[in-house]
């Protein structure tokens, strides 16, 4: 159980996306966890997934709870919803929970600044937690990255690689981009004009203020990330691997139960795990 103003709760959860892998993986997270339940899924109409049974398809036994493709038929019986899908989907959800008065975990990559924005605006009636990346260990790796550049930044060459499995669709990944944010903030550097994303063919001696950007997609990478600092003599890399998407399906669980006791507003996982 969550204790809340002193009394004990069993947060109920609804997963958006439940047929996806992040969906499935959230689910039999959930179903370990104690003081949150799973009550609830939905996915996109059209789905072959609707109808059939929650704890089956994602692995976990039957739950006698079929798969909706109508959030608004089945968020009163959830008090967090969390939803990793894309983000049209996203924009949509958040504005039912906005609607509904229930709070949200979200981890859909690829929100655009505008969307992000909106997304904000609805956080000012519910408590949104929203990451490009839930595990607890890039949310460190992304204080070491803001500590690094502040100390080398300015006189170190930056340069992101990431790494992930052939089935991803946005590229470069947003935890690459988030890293990227942090690196021209503390840099004092505006991203949108020192940001390269590859090389290819004569370009010329590299700009100071770059930060370079290089992506690999293949096979079934969780997800890599390395930041490197070059200088003169030397080179400082910090990276981070994911060995597999169960990080990034506790840590959504960790964020839907940290939530419940929090005003309305936008946080983030360095919020969750106490990073500032």
Same mark, same amino acid.
């Given at each position: 159980?969550?204790?809340?103003?002193?009394?004990?709760?069993? %947060?109920?959860?609804?997963? %958006?996306?439940?047929?996806?892998?992040?969906?499935?993986?959230?689910?039999?997270?959930?179903?370990?966890?104690?003081?949150?339940?799973?009550?609830?899924?939905?996915?996109?109409?059209? =789905?072959?997934?609707?109808?059939?049974?929650?704890?089956? @398809?994602?692995?976990?036994?039957?739950?006698?709870?079929?798969?909706?493709?109508?959030?608004?038929?089945?968020?009163?019986?959830?008090?967090?919803?969390?939803? /990793?899908?894309?983000?049209?989907?996203?924009?949509?959800?958040?504005?039912?929970?906005?609607?509904?008065? &229930?709070?949200?975990?979200?981890?859909?990559?690829?929100? =655009?600044?505008?969307?992000?924005?909106?997304?904000?605006?609805?956080?000012?009636?519910?408590?949104?937690?929203?990451?490009?990346?839930? =595990?607890?260990?890039?949310?460190?790796?992304?204080?070491?990255?803001?500590?690094?550049?502040?100390?080398?930044?300015?006189?170190?060459?930056?340069?992101?690689?990431?790494?992930?499995?052939?089935?991803? &669709?946005?590229?470069?990944?947003?935890?690459?981009?988030?890293?990227?944010?942090?690196?021209?903030?503390?840099?004092?550097?505006?991203?949108?004009?020192?940001?390269?994303?590859?090389?290819?063919?004569?370009?010329?001696?590299?700009?100071?203020?770059?930060?370079?950007?290089? @992506?690999?997609?293949?096979?079934?990478?969780?997800?890599?990330?390395?930041?490197? /600092?070059?200088?003169?003599?030397?080179? @400082?890399?910090?990276?981070?691997?994911?060995?597999?998407?169960? %990080?990034?399906?506790?840590?959504? @669980?960790?964020?839907?139960?940290?939530? /419940?006791?929090?005003?309305?507003?936008?946080?983030?996982?360095?919020?969750?795990?106490?990073?500032?």
């Amino acid at each position: 159980m969550t204790t809340i103003d002193g009394k004990e709760k069993e %947060i109920r959860a609804v997963v %958006i996306g439940c047929g996806g892998r992040m969906g499935k993986g959230i689910i039999q997270v959930l179903s370990k966890t104690k003081g949150i339940r799973l009550v609830a899924g939905a996915e996109r109409k059209g =789905s072959s997934f609707i109808g059939r049974d929650l704890g089956e @398809v994602a692995g976990i036994g039957i739950t006698n709870t079929p798969i909706s493709d109508n959030l608004g038929n089945i968020i009163s019986h959830g008090d967090v919803l969390i939803d /990793f899908t894309k983000p049209e989907a996203t924009m949509a959800n958040v504005e039912i929970a906005a609607l509904n008065k &229930k709070d949200m975990v979200i981890g859909t990559t690829g929100l =655009s600044q505008h969307q992000i924005d909106q997304i904000k605006k609805h956080s000012k009636d519910i408590r949104i937690v929203q990451s490009p990346n839930m =595990s607890v260990g890039v949310n460190v790796l992304f204080q070491l990255v803001e500590d690094a550049a502040l100390a080398l930044g300015g006189n170190y060459d930056i340069e992101i690689i990431e790494a992930h499995h052939r089935h991803k &669709k946005d590229a470069p990944s947003g935890t690459a981009l988030k890293i990227a944010e942090i690196l021209a903030h503390a840099t004092k550097r505006e991203l949108d004009k020192v940001a390269v994303y590859g090389r290819k063919g004569i370009t010329g001696e590299r700009r100071k203020e770059e930060i370079g950007i290089h @992506v690999i997609r293949g096979g079934d990478i969780a997800g890599d990330h390395t930041i490197a /600092f070059c200088g003169e003599g030397e080179r @400082v890399q910090l990276t981070h691997i994911a060995h597999n998407r169960n %990080i990034f399906a506790q840590g959504a @669980v960790l964020a839907a139960l940290w939530l /419940f006791d929090k005003n309305p507003g936008l946080y983030n996982m360095r919020d969750v795990i106490g990073l500032k």
